[in-house]
């Protein structure tokens, strides 16, 4: 198979995990933890990598899913405990573990071989040639079965725990006195973001896993109110965003893992534009035909008054 398939494949195959735990995100108004998460787990797979002195993806998920719940605790605790604002204790816990992986890669950075922009950045282009050999039989590429792994644990996941995620999600009060596992299906969550922030990392790098968690599920909130539905417009948006980047990078020559970015915000701005229950012009058309209705009815009273 040809390399832009691989890519295209590889692009889906992220985009469409993190589509599916960022919807749950975007509903609980946790869409910047995504961000802390992304950056806070750099120790995890620093340390991993120091451990291990190789490029396994079993250290690798197992260190960053470790940091990923460890800034959802910090936060929390800063939270409840410190007395500061959600976003406050966020940025202090995120900033600080982000800055602890950059040094231990600083550090180290000779023992092993990783580098900041790899991970900030990602390069999806090398995806091809990163093959997964087993008893010397090419598997295909490496990243492909990570993240199909990965997504097909987020569907599992999301499939199991829906009815707990939903009311989770919509009113966690309620759902505690359901008698649901709040913390429990809290923490699950933020490990499978955990898990797709690293499973995305040498694909679309730390920064630009951001948007596809957070701007497909975003779009898809703008055009359905139904949980199901919008979780697959926003799979389906990450899916298309995935392939429309490719094309766009190949066009212009340029980053895949920008211009995948690049596509999810085109597709949210079509959709902020254009909905036609809620979008910007649809919103403008309202108001122009409320303001004609009202100087309608007012034409029979002022034809009374003349007269």
């Known amino acids: 198979m040809s390399a832009a398939f691989w890519v295209i494949l590889t692009g889906s195959f992220a985009a469409a995990a993190c589509a599916l735990v960022g919807s749950f995100l975007v509903l609980r108004k946790q869409a910047m933890l995504s961000d802390a998460i ?4 750099l120790p995890g797979i620093a340390i991993a990598f120091l451990l291990t002195a190789s490029r396994n993806t079993f250290p690798m998920l197992i260190g960053a899913g470790m940091f990923g719940l460890l800034t959802v605790y910090l936060t929390e605790f ?7 604002k959600h976003d406050s204790s966020m940025g202090i816990v995120f900033t600080t573990l982000f800055a602890i992986g950059v040094i231990i890669i600083t550090m180290f950075a000779g ?7 790899c991970i900030l950045y990602g390069e999806i282009v090398y995806v091809p040639w990163d093959r997964w050999i087993w008893f010397d039989m090419d598997m ?3 990243a492909v079965w990570i993240l199909g792994f990965v997504l097909t644990l987020n569907v599992m996941f999301v499939s199991f725990f829906f009815k707990e995620l939903k ?3 919509f009113d966690p009060q309620f759902a505690a006195a359901m008698g649901i596992p709040v913390t429990l299906i809290h923490y699950m969550l933020m490990g499978s973001v955990s898990f797709s922030t690293i499973a995305a990392f040498e694909s679309v790098g730390a920064i630009l896993v951001v948007a596809l968690l957070i701007v497909p599920p975003a779009t898809a909130y703008l055009l359905t109110t139904d949980l199901k539905k919008m979780l697959l417009l926003s799979v389906l948006i990450g899916v298309l965003s995935a392939i429309s980047g490719y094309y766009l990078a190949v066009f212009i020559n340029g980053s895949v893992a920008g211009a995948i970015a690049v596509m999810t915000g085109f597709f949210f701005a079509l959709a902020f534009l254009f909905n ?10 309202l108001k122009s035909e409320q303001k004609k209705m009202i100087l309608e009815m ?10």
């Open 111 to 117: 023992q092993v071989d990783l580098d900041q922009e």
């Open 140 to 142: 295909g590429p490496r």
């Open 276 to 285: 036609p229950e809620s979008g910007f012009f649809y919103r403008i058309f």
């Open 78 to 84: 800063l939270h409840k405990k410190g007395r500061l």
């Open 38 to 41: 992304s950056h806070a787990v």
């Open 298 to 307: 007012g034409k029979p009273s002022l034809a009374k008054k003349q007269s």
């Open 167 to 169: 009311v989770y999600s």
